[in-house]
Nanobody, 119 residues
Framework: QVQLVESGGGLVQPGGSLRLTCAASGSSFTINTMGWYRQAPGEERESVAVMGSIGNTNYLDSVRGRFTVSRDNAKNTVSLQMNSLKPEDTAVYYC?????????????WGQGTQVTVSS
């Protein structure tokens, strides 16, 4: 079974930076899409930044130019570099992966990590 483990997150002042990292573990799997979603209190979960297996990316309009998603396919990791953070970026951030294993296609979510932007 593929599992996702996140690290990073925390409290940062407006204008600051944070880096989130997610690592996938398991056996006999291939990840197609990997990236990050977020959910603020009272809001629906939204896609922040995702990257396909060939490096194609899709960013939420409000983070484009401030956030950068990157992947290491050999290590099955994905990172999110967040710069110029704003209070409205405060949310629980979830790692996401879609791929294939011996059991067929899978969708996986990380446990979530809190990002709080506040002075």
């Amino acid at each position: 079974q593929v599992q996702l483990v996140e690290s990073g997150g925390g409290l940062v002042q407006p204008g600051g930076s944070l880096r989130l990292t997610c690592a996938a573990s398991g056996s006999s799997f291939t990840i197609n899409t990997m990236g990050w979603y977020r959910q603020a209190p009272g809001e629906e979960r939204e896609s922040v930044a995702v990257m396909g297996s060939i490096g194609n990316t899709n960013y939420l309009d409000s983070v484009r130019g401030r956030f950068t998603v990157s992947r290491d396919n050999a290590k099955n990791t994905v990172s999110l570099q967040m710069n110029s953070l704003k209070p409205e970026d405060t949310a629980v951030y979830y790692c996401y992966a879609y791929g294939y294993s011996d059991g067929g296609p899978f969708h996986r979510w990380g446990q979530g990590t809190q990002v709080t932007v506040s002075s």
